[in-house]
């Protein structure tokens, strides 16, 4: 079985487990960071793709490998591939459910913890020189504590469960939102609060998305949504940029309305150093992070470990698990 895979040899190397060097395959790395006509003709009897969580796989590409019936992403996220396509096609998309959720969770507190506790502003003001002045006036801000914030999770997959997990210590109001209330145990084991959306967003000090990208929520982090948010709250993304309106909330920091963000996704990814928000005045509070919450060797073990699996069973004439197009 061919396998085209747009992803570095070198991370594959790594987390490669040792039973694959027996399963009958070829393994072909692609140099482009997505597919593209050249690479695709010359491999038409590829029959699995292996790609980067934001690496787009289209219709046109699956039109172009007739024998395809895999794609895998490396990471949680799928929204790059045409689901619909494959699911016509009877092609299996699956993800790697689950893998990066306690690596995104330290990620997302760490950025919590950044914005509120100066982590980036601090830094710099040490290595100009300037200690004692940015202590001085630290002093005189009321800075908070994580444990005094109402912290509102807008999801609550596996990456918001292992936040609220990691956020429970700190002794922070825990609420949050999904389409789908949790059951009330699961609620309880994690001290988590269920509110409706609209009531989270005017409650909460920090606002963190942990949701999926799909037709109902690209974008909803949007004027209507900001207009109900608590003055100075502080927006963190460790899920996916396409979740923001990136102009929305730039003009919310402008006006004074959001009090800082904390990003470690955003849309377009590579994101231009011209991004709305990326290119704001020094005085707005920002935390940035070139998308590296599930960047951990602990998440790329569990990930590559379920792709190689997956293929496994797909060569054994098995269901792979995580499917995600409904096969």
């Known amino acids: 079985m061919k396998i085209l895979i747009y992803g570095p040899k070198a991370r594959y190397d790594l987390y490669l487990p040792d039973y694959v060097k027996q399963l009958p395959v070829e393994l072909v790395f692609c140099t482009s960071r997505r597919p593209t006509p050249e690479e695709v003709e010359a491999n038409r009897d590829a029959q699995a793709i292996f790609v980067d969580a934001i690496t787009p796989v289209t219709r046109e590409v699956m039109d172009a490998l007739p024998r395809l019936k895999l794609v895998h992403s490396e990471g949680v996220g799928f929204n790059a591939i045409d689901v619909e396509a494959a699911r016509e096609k009877g092609i299996f998309v699956c993800n790697n459910k689950g893998c990066n959720a306690v690596s995104v969770a330290e990620h997302t507190v760490m950025l919590m913890l950044m914005a509120l506790r100066h982590g980036v502003t601090g830094h710099e003001a040490v290595k100009a020189g300037r200690q004692i002045q940015m202590k001085e006036q630290v002093m005189v801000s009321n800075a908070p504590e994580l444990g005094e914030q109402a912290v509102g999770l807008i999801g609550l997959g596996d990456i918001g469960q292992a936040a609220a997990r990691v956020l429970r210590p700190f002794g922070c109001e825990l609420y949050y939102y999904t389409a789908h209330r949790r059951p009330p145990e699961l609620e309880r084991e994690l001290g988590v609060t269920y509110l409706p959306l609209e009531e989270l967003t005017a409650r909460c ?115 792979p698990n995580f499917v995600v197009n409904g096969l």
């Open 205 to 319: 000090d920090i606002l963190s998305l942990h949701c999926a990208v799909n037709e109902q929520t690209v974008h909803m982090i949007d004027e209507a949504f900001l207009a109900h948010v608590k003055p100075g709250a502080i927006l963190v993304n460790t899920a996916r940029g396409q979740l923001v309106d990136s102009l929305a909330v730039r003009r919310a920091l402008l006006e004074g309305r959001l009090g800082g963000i904390a990003m470690d996704t955003f849309d377009p990814e590579p994101t231009p150093a011209d991004h709305p928000l990326v290119d704001l005045p020094p005085e707005i509070s920002t935390v940035y992070s070139p998308h590296l919450g599930g960047i951990t060797g602990g998440s790329f073990r569990r990930a590559h470990r379920n792709m190689w699996n997956n293929l496994r069973l797909l060569l054994e004439g098995g269901r």
